[in-house]
């Protein structure tokens, strides 16, 4: 591999993925990954842009920002782009009236969304929401609709939690999609329009912006199909094995945030 | 489409799918199909072998030969092939010891298997059994494994009860798959070695026995791949466009198993 400064040379703006770099999430609110705190503050004083990408669709972009705000983070909810608004906005534009299959602490992103007599289902990762009963109502709703349309928050495999690996709604996005033989519509990383979206917000051109991340497919591929460079951290979700994946190499393998971080501000732009 | 005598010449043996072409099931025990308890019982004074193969994987063989003995059909545990004691044969012969992610109606089948610390996971139509948390578990278990064994019982992606259509076992298992990067091994319909177990059983080589059944997946395009004819009734959870499917085109579309039997009675071996 190059040397670092030539791997970081021209960057300029910094995306960081939220669960399993910034910290571990659980239910008793989870905990920062050491170091992060800190690497997020010195990146803030630093010249790079930065910015927040998350696929957590699980709770609104206020409950996500207070609750990494109370472990100590300089985050605020204008520097985060997360799937939720992002989906409302489509609705919106779309006419499209959803079926929402979503956790409670993500239904405020939804209020202004007429989901009267639904032509679409929506999908966000439910947690426990993904009963039986609820699963069984999207797909009535899909299968009674000439033309179906699913809209999934992200199509994430997995993620981890201090309890250990949790199924993540692209599970249960295969599920109907199988169930219904049709293809979703992803809102979240790895889908290039999100990635588009979270850049623009940024200022930052693709071919000079970094992403930061944890998942092999929906961060590292997904960000340098987009013209990213991107750097996966050995926290959250990393397993060894994503290192010697059979499709897709990062930029640069790091312990944790920390270590990005430290690299970045020695190599990119000054 | 050529005559229908020429369609069914030579057929000596006949399965039937239960599920949708014998009755509908539903909370209260389901109802049968209008025609189908006298179509059975001619079937059966008739010269023609039958036999039961279904993918019913909630219940155990005895409960389900009981339920539709009391609606008047003339069934025995011993005509019916069905996936549980196919994979509970299977998991002896290869000493696994499954994580059972299944309805308790059928946990019956599975007395004698070992499930102390598991090596492989059995996903079988658990209902409200699959519940977040219980799928969560399966996934635990599946990634915990160095090399995961997932069986599924049947890949069926939904069946009809009286209340409506009902999310089956295959929207589970490709859950699973995707979250685990896996493929799982289906015992049930469409697998022909499933298929092949059945005819052994009914003693007659593929190409002198019939297929009657719903689903145009299942039923239809896994018996015709085995070498059967198959024949799809206008029942259970058939839809217009089945008959304009673009993969699978039935020997014959008949509206019901009585017309089925009719056709059979007047033009197989007499």
Redesign the interface.
């Known amino acids: 591999m190059a040397a670092w400064g030539e791997r970081l040379a021209g960057v300029r703006g910094v995306l960081l993925d939220i669960s399993g770099v910034l910290y571990d999430g659980g239910e008793d609110g989870g905990t920062p990954i050491p170091g992060s705190v800190e690497a997020v503050a010195r990146l803030k004083l630093s010249k790079l842009k930065v910015r927040f990408c998350t696929n957590d669709s699980q709770k609104s972009r206020r409950d996500l920002v207070g609750l990494l705000q109370r472990q100590g983070f300089d985050i605020s909810e204008g520097e985060v782009t997360s799937p939720a608004p992002a989906t409302s906005l489509i609705l919106k534009e779309r006419g499209l009236r959803p079926h929402l299959l979503i956790h409670d602490g993500v239904r405020s992103e939804f209020d202004q969304i007429d989901t009267s007599n639904p032509n679409c289902v929506v999908i966000a990762d ?8 609820n ?2 109502e999207a ?2 709703v899909l ?1 009674d609709l000439e033309k179906p349309v699913l809209i999934s928050l992200g199509k994430g ?2 993620y981890k939690e201090t309890s ?5 709604v ?3 996005m ?8 049709i293809e979703a519509e992803v809102v979240g990383k790895p889908s290039p329009e999100y990635f588009q979206l979270a850049l623009k917000e940024m200022g930052v051109e693709a071919h000079e912006a970094i992403m930061i991340g944890d998942d092999i497919m929906g961060d590292i591929g997904g960000a340098q199909r987009c013209g990213m460079r991107a750097l996966q951290v050995r926290t959250g979700k990393f397993r060894p094995s994503d290192e010697q994946h059979p499709e897709v190499k990062a930029d640069g393998y790091v312990d944790n945030l920390a270590e990005a971080v430290n690299l970045l501000l020695q190599h990119a732009i000054k």
């Not at 250990?164 to 993540?168: I, K, S, T, V």
């Not at 295969?174 to 033989?181: D, P, R, S």
Request: hydrophobic fraction near 40%; include cysteine; charged fraction near 20%.
């Open positions: 439910a947690g426990e929401g993904f009963s039986y009963q699963m069984n797909f009535r299968m495999r997995y250990g690996l949790m199924l993540d692209g599970a249960y295969k599920a109907l999609e199988y169930a219904c033989g």
